[in-house]
């Protein structure tokens, strides 16, 4: 079952653009959503939460958003890459209009959270360190009881300790197997963590939509002090340095021994190599 599934959604700014791109995020799933720098992975993100205007189609829970905005809208949470609230005021103001507008907020959890993470009610949110900014607009996305999470960089500038508390509330999010979420960033290492689906964009396309395990166990990062023709073979994205070469490869046949080391990739292993080398995409 899919919470959204997006079909030949096309965004045109002239020097780049979204092209006929496809995508299903599945129920009580995390899919994360990587790519370099201008990929087109905000722009996805804007094109979902109807902050651009995209052409194709996207259906929630197989209904349309054409017709059902308000409703489908209403049952989306997202934190953008950027704060999308006036920073001039005190969190004290801010939720009131919130809960306003979302009657059903978790108030309890609301004053929780920001418990949890010490942010202060009295400090306008413009003193709020950068950090601290990404951690409010998570706890106003969490509180909602939305079922699908959309989450832009959402640890960026969050130091580790309360990055792992970020991580341990979108898994708790996620064990209501009906909702899903879809979790775009740099830190890979946050994936490796918590997600269950892989997506990579370049260009404004999808490239790789995979489970992780496929991703990371399909291949092998091998480190060795010398590229035999037999490893040049099968070598994808090769790495060289003073100290040998570092390549990501299908081939499980190539065993550790003497100056050669081998082991699962990360994710940000198999994306850098995978980025060098597109013909490695093919699972």
């Not at 050669?260 to 980025?275: M, R």
């Amino acid at each position: 079952m899919y919470g959204l599934e997006i079909e030949n959604l096309c965004v045109d700014f002239g020097s780049f653009k979204l092209d006929n791109l496809n995508l299903k995020l599945r129920r009580g799933c995390i899919t994360g959503l990587i790519g370099r720098n201008g990929c087109g992975k905000t722009t996805l993100i804007s094109a979902i939460m109807r902050q651009l205007e995209a052409g194709g189609s996207i259906l929630y829970n197989g209904k349309p958003y054409k017709g059902n905005e308000a409703d489908i809208m209403y049952s989306l949470a997202c934190v953008f890459d950027k704060p999308h609230f006036n920073a001039n005021l005190k969190p004290k103001k801010l939720i009131k209009i919130y809960n306003a507008v979302y009657p059903d907020l978790d108030l309890g959890k609301y004053y929780s959270l920001m418990d949890k993470f010490r942010l202060p009610h009295e400090l306008k949110l413009s003193k709020y360190s950068f950090g601290m900014q990404r951690k409010y607009c998570l706890i106003l996305a969490l509180c909602r009881n939305a079922d699908i999470l959309i989450l832009d960089e959402p640890t960026s500038g969050v130091d580790p300790y309360d990055r792992g508390e970020i991580m341990d509330m979108v898994q708790e999010f996620i064990m209501d197997e009906n909702r899903t979420v879809l979790f775009s960033t740099h830190v890979t290492a946050d994936l490796d963590k918590i997600a269950d689906y892989i997506v990579m964009m370049d260009g404004g396309k999808i490239i790789l939509d995979c489970d992780k395990e496929t991703l990371t166990d399909g291949y092998r990062l091998v480190q060795c002090e010398t590229l035999t023709p037999e490893m040049q073979a099968s070598a994808i994205g090769v790495q060289k340095s003073m100290f040998g070469y570092v390549f990501l490869t299908r081939d499980k046949t190539i065993k550790a021994g003497e100056g050669v080391k081998i082991k699962v990739p990360t994710i940000e292993e198999a994306f850098v190599h995978l980025q060098m080398d597109k013909r490695g995409l093919e699972l």
